[in-house]
């Protein structure tokens, strides 16, 4: 059995980290067909059962309650792919608006790990009163092997 020096060892780890990083950089926009398709956007979304479903670009109101969710866009999709094996999980981050009748919460974040079963009840939550919102599942999930063009659309668990 042959010793390598540390430094062979850390140059073989490095080359694989970067072509690793490759896969995930290349694979980063890939989804799989269980989204809306960017061309029948149809304003879908729908609250039922304390779940909010808001498609990607959709503004949508919680029940009676006078507030408006928009669904701006995907801050971050690093989740890993579904057929691809990652170092890390990586994560989601959507960005939504938040209208009251009085005004507007613009910016909030919310946050979903990779590789978790859906729907996910882990996630960090944002407090938008009287409710507060959690990111439960972000579909499509990503998948290297089928690249796609649709939007997204998060279901968010609507607590009081």
Do not use: W
Request: net charge negative; proline share 7%; aromatic share 6%.
């Amino acid at each position: 059995m042959e010793i390598l020096p540390v430094g062979q060892i850390m140059f073989k780890k490095s080359i694989a980290s970067l072509f690793l990083g490759f896969v995930l950089l290349f694979s980063a926009g890939c989804s799989e067909n269980t989204g809306l398709d960017a061309d029948t956007a149809d304003g879908s979304g729908s609250f039922e059962d304390g779940v909010l479903l808001v498609n990607e670009g959709e503004t949508i109101s919680i029940g009676e309650s006078g507030i408006e969710i928009t669904f701006v866009e995907v801050v971050e999709e690093s989740r890993c792919p579904e057929d691809v094996v990652c170092v890390t999980a990586g994560r989601a981050i959507i960005r939504l608006d938040v209208t009251y009748p009085s005004g507007q919460l613009p910016g909030l974040k919310l946050e979903i790990p990779g590789l978790v079963a859906t729907p996910f009840t882990g996630s960090d939550s944002s407090a938008i009163p009287p409710f507060t919102l959690r990111l439960i599942e972000l579909s499509p999930y990503p998948n290297a092997s089928a690249p796609s063009n649709l939007l997204y659309r998060a279901s968010l668990e609507v607590l009081h």
